[in-house]
Protein backbone atom coordinates (compact mmCIF):
# COMPACT_ATOMS: atom_id res chain seq x y z
CA UNK A 1 0.00 0.00 0.00
CA UNK A 2 1.46 3.51 -0.97
CA UNK A 3 1.95 6.34 0.97
CA UNK A 4 2.72 9.92 -0.07
CA UNK A 5 4.63 12.09 2.03
CA UNK A 6 5.02 15.63 1.22
CA UNK A 7 7.40 18.50 2.17
CA UNK A 8 8.94 21.75 1.44
CA UNK A 9 6.39 24.00 2.57
CA UNK A 10 7.48 27.03 4.29
CA UNK A 11 6.89 31.26 4.64
CA UNK A 12 8.00 33.04 1.71
CA UNK A 13 7.76 36.49 0.82
CA UNK A 14 5.75 37.49 -2.61
CA UNK A 15 8.16 36.82 -5.47
CA UNK A 16 10.04 34.06 -3.87
CA UNK A 17 10.69 30.29 -5.06
CA UNK A 18 10.12 26.80 -2.75
CA UNK A 19 10.18 23.29 -4.05
CA UNK A 20 8.07 21.01 -2.60
CA UNK A 21 8.83 17.44 -2.78
CA UNK A 22 5.69 14.09 -2.55
CA UNK A 23 7.99 10.55 -1.89
CA UNK A 24 6.17 7.14 -2.02
CA UNK A 25 6.97 4.51 -0.09
CA UNK A 26 5.32 1.23 -0.56
CA UNK A 27 4.56 0.23 -3.67
CA UNK A 28 5.36 3.75 -5.52
CA UNK A 29 3.27 5.73 -7.88
CA UNK A 30 2.89 2.65 -9.21
CA UNK A 31 2.86 3.89 -12.40
CA UNK A 32 0.02 6.55 -11.75
CA UNK A 33 -0.08 10.47 -12.63
CA UNK A 34 1.04 12.32 -9.61
CA UNK A 35 -1.47 15.37 -8.78
CA UNK A 36 -0.55 18.46 -6.86
CA UNK A 37 -3.74 20.13 -4.97
CA UNK A 38 -3.91 23.17 -2.75
CA UNK A 39 -6.10 24.45 0.04
CA UNK A 40 -6.76 27.75 1.24
CA UNK A 41 -8.54 28.78 4.72
CA UNK A 42 -12.01 28.58 4.07
CA UNK A 43 -12.00 27.54 0.60
CA UNK A 44 -12.73 24.49 -1.54
CA UNK A 45 -9.49 22.02 -2.43
CA UNK A 46 -8.68 22.87 -5.90
CA UNK A 47 -6.24 20.80 -8.43
CA UNK A 48 -3.09 22.68 -9.20
CA UNK A 49 -1.20 20.17 -11.72
CA UNK A 50 -0.19 16.84 -12.47
CA UNK A 51 2.21 15.18 -14.10
CA UNK A 52 2.13 11.42 -16.11
CA UNK A 53 4.35 8.49 -15.15
CA UNK A 54 6.06 9.46 -18.97
CA UNK A 55 6.67 13.09 -17.99
CA UNK A 56 3.69 14.74 -19.39
CA UNK A 57 2.38 17.84 -17.47
CA UNK A 58 -0.46 19.95 -17.14
CA UNK A 59 -1.28 22.90 -14.95
CA UNK A 60 -4.09 25.25 -13.85
CA UNK A 61 -4.15 28.42 -15.23
CA UNK A 62 -3.10 30.73 -12.98
CA UNK A 63 0.26 29.07 -12.16
CA UNK A 64 0.90 28.52 -15.63
CA UNK A 65 4.35 29.58 -16.20
CA UNK A 66 5.43 30.04 -12.60
CA UNK A 67 5.19 26.39 -11.34
CA UNK A 68 6.89 23.30 -12.91
CA UNK A 69 6.79 19.69 -12.57
CA UNK A 70 9.36 16.57 -12.53
CA UNK A 71 9.71 13.63 -11.48
CA UNK A 72 12.07 10.89 -10.56
CA UNK A 73 10.74 7.32 -10.61
CA UNK A 74 13.74 5.96 -9.19
CA UNK A 75 13.24 7.58 -5.91
CA UNK A 76 9.95 7.46 -6.39
CA UNK A 77 10.02 11.22 -5.97
CA UNK A 78 7.95 14.04 -7.27
CA UNK A 79 9.10 17.73 -7.36
CA UNK A 80 6.71 21.42 -7.58
CA UNK A 81 9.17 23.69 -8.23
CA UNK A 82 7.11 26.98 -7.60
CA UNK A 83 8.37 30.48 -8.13
CA UNK A 84 7.40 34.00 -8.41
CA UNK A 85 5.28 33.30 -5.31
CA UNK A 86 1.93 35.30 -4.94
CA UNK A 87 -0.03 35.40 -1.37
CA UNK A 88 -2.62 33.84 -3.14
CA UNK A 89 -0.91 30.74 -3.81
CA UNK A 90 -0.65 30.57 0.39
CA UNK A 91 -2.63 27.31 1.07
CA UNK A 92 -1.88 23.47 2.07
CA UNK A 93 -0.47 21.72 -0.58
CA UNK A 94 -1.51 18.08 -0.90
CA UNK A 95 -0.20 15.23 -3.51
CA UNK A 96 -2.53 12.18 -4.56
CA UNK A 97 -1.76 9.31 -7.26
CA UNK A 98 -4.67 6.95 -7.39
CA UNK A 99 -6.60 7.11 -4.62
CA UNK A 100 -4.08 7.59 -2.28
CA UNK A 101 -3.68 11.64 -0.67
CA UNK A 102 -0.38 12.83 1.46
CA UNK A 103 -1.01 14.65 4.35
CA UNK A 104 -0.18 18.14 3.05
CA UNK A 105 2.46 20.59 3.61
CA UNK A 106 1.96 25.00 4.52
CA UNK A 107 2.80 27.11 1.84
CA UNK A 108 2.51 30.90 2.94
CA UNK A 109 3.39 34.09 1.01
CA UNK A 110 3.48 37.50 2.64
CA UNK A 111 5.12 40.19 2.77
Known amino acids: QVQLVESGGGSVQPGGSLRLSCVAS????????VHWYRQAPGNQREWVAY???????NFEDSVKGRFTLSRDNVKNTVYLQMNNLKPVDTAVYFC?????WGQGTQVTVSS
Open 96 to 100: KTNTT
Open 26 to 33: GSGFGGYA
Open 51 to 57: ITNGGYT
